[in-house]
């Protein structure tokens, strides 16, 4: 079978995919070790029987619903790839915008210190060592295996400026005031009827849903934070698209000020940034 043969029987197969197209070349690409643009040079090209028969595998678990990330164990994220497994969540474009927020706050060059709580692949703590080489970044997670993917990805990316640490939020982090907390903790209600859509069905629970309407983990890392921050120290969140006002109320609550909230490309209120005064 050509590669052009193979492409289309593929996107026939996952027709019931709103981009069935784009995996099935994304799937190929990633057998072959080859760009997508091979495709267009070489559409005749043969097929072995081994590299088609791996290919139609990934396809026949694509069908049932399994992430694309996951079958080529990698994503993409600020322009860079990040190695994923099942035991993190798939970085998303949604979460940039923390990294978009942080530049707008710190100078590229600036010494600051960061403490990402809930790092899963490391992609947002490793960005940030990697667009500001001056900062100091802390990256914790509860999850040994997410922490050993976060460390193959800091070697990947040659960051020398990051500490992983294993505890369940502030738990064992030691007694230091950062400039800047991050974090993308669980958000979603237990019966929000998303997770049983799309990748959120193979995603680990424990990083997507909280008890409290979503709320929980948002709460305690909040109620926690101020004595973990510098005076002026940050707290920046990202979290559900409805819960901005919800989580603005828990920081104001908790004695922080100048809250403001952030929008993603839809238009969503996507994160909030507070102060500790």
Known sequence: MTIKEALTEAAKTLVSSDSCVLDSE??????????????????????????????QQLVEQRQKGQPIAYLVGEREFWSRRFIVSKDVLIPRPDTELLIEITHE?????????????????????????LEFPNASVTA???????LAIAEKNALQH???????????????????RFDLIISNPPYICPNDPHLLEGDLRFEPSSALIAQH?????????????KSFLKHNGLILFEHGFQQGTLVKNLLE??????????????????????TKP
Do not use: C, M
């Not at 040659?158 to 230091?176: A, C, G, M, Y």
């Open 26 to 55: 994304v799937l190929l690409a990633f057998v072959l070790n080859k760009n997508r643009s091979y495709f267009r040079a070489w559409p005749d090209e043969l097929l072995t029987t081994e590299k088609l028969d791996r290919f």
């Open 105 to 129: 706050t710190f100078a590229t060059d600036q010494h600051f210190s960061v403490l990402d709580l809930g790092t899963g692949s490391g992609a947002i703590a490793i960005t940030l060592a």
């Open 140 to 146: 914790v997670d509860n999850s040994q295996k997410a």
């Open 158 to 176: 040659k960051v020398h400026n990051i500490q992983f640490l294993r505890s369940d939020w502030f738990e064992t982090v030691p007694n230091t």
């Open 213 to 225: 309407e979503g709320l929980q983990d948002l709460e305690h890392i909040t109620s926690q934070a």
């Open 253 to 274: 609550l908790y004695g922080f000020k100048s809250t403001q909230h952030f929008q993603d490309i839809q238009g969503h209120v996507r994160a909030t940034l507070g």
